[in-house]
T-cell receptor
Framework: ETGVTQSPTHLIKTRGQQVTLRCSSQSGHNTVSWYQQALGQGPQFIFQYYREEENGRGNFPPRFSGLQFPNYSSELNVNALELDDSALYLC??????????????FGPGTRLTVL | QKEVEQNSGPLSVPEGAIASLNCTYSDRGSQSFFWYRQYSGKSPELIMFIYSNGDKEDGRFTAQLNKASQYVSLLIRDSQPSDSATYLCAVNEVGSGNTGKLIFGQGTTLQVKP
């Protein structure tokens, strides 16, 4: 167990709806990264949050947004859901120190199904 | 486009054998390399990380890095049926500053047969 938690574990939404996924980072970690993993593929970087601000973003549209809270927990919000958003959403916790990000540890993931 | 390539497999080995998993990457400036294990329906679990050329051993696992050839490999000695999983190679993206953005391969499925 990594100490990273995510909720909910599973979610079913319909196209056009909005969803919020949550993540609590491991104790001592100050950075949260979000990844999307489609079936049979490796995880794709969505964005990272550090000190409550976005600290890097992958090739995802603006309808993917996030937040980080003072306790380092984080939310991923997806608006106007599309069928292709169906995937496993992974949160990874790490420490940012000395100008570089330490090893990332993943939570259990949220399986999102869009119908 | 920065890429990480893995053979999707499946790689099938008998119990007790050595499993060899390989990964190549396109960004010559990459500094950090990771191997994650992912069981079906679960999230990735860190097995090893390696930063320097050469071998790094941890129990039955050995990571090998060759920056000149831009490949990283994972050897699993005395393979067990419980090692059956998908193994993901991940490389940090150069130029992402302190983001630590990881680029993943699609994973290699390993099957260890009793």
């Amino acid at each position: 167990e990594t100490g990273v938690t995510q909720s909910p574990t599973h979610l079913i939404k319909t196209r056009g709806q909005q969803v919020t996924l949550r993540c609590s980072s491991q104790s001592g970690h100050n950075t949260v990264s979000w990844y999307q993993q489609a079936l049979g593929q490796g995880p794709q970087f969505i964005f990272q949050y550090y000190r409550e601000e976005e600290n890097g973003r992958g090739n995802f549209p603006p309808r993917f947004s996030g937040l980080q809270f003072p306790n380092y927990s984080s939310e991923l919000n997806v608006n106007a859901l599309e069928l292709d958003d169906s995937a496993l959403y992974l949160c990874a916790s790490s420490r940012l120190k000395g100008g570089s990000t330490d090893t990332q540890y993943f939570g259990p993931g949220t399986r999102l199904t869009v119908l | 486009q920065k890429e990480v390539e893995q053979n999707s497999g499946p790689l099938s080995v008998p119990e007790g054998a050595i499993a060899s998993l390989n990964c190549t990457y396109s960004d010559r400036g990459s500094q950090s390399f990771f191997w994650y294990r992912q069981y079906s329906g679960k999230s990735p679990e860190l097995i090893m990380f390696i930063y320097s050329n050469g071998d790094k051993e941890d129990g039955r696992f050995t990571a090998q890095l060759n920056k000149a050839s831009q490949y990283v490999s994972l050897l699993i000695r005395d393979s067990q049926p419980s090692d059956s999983a998908t193994y993901l190679c991940a490389v940090n993206e150069v130029g992402s500053g302190n983001t630590g953005k990881l680029i993943f391969g699609q994973g290699t499925t390993l099957q260890v047969k009793p």
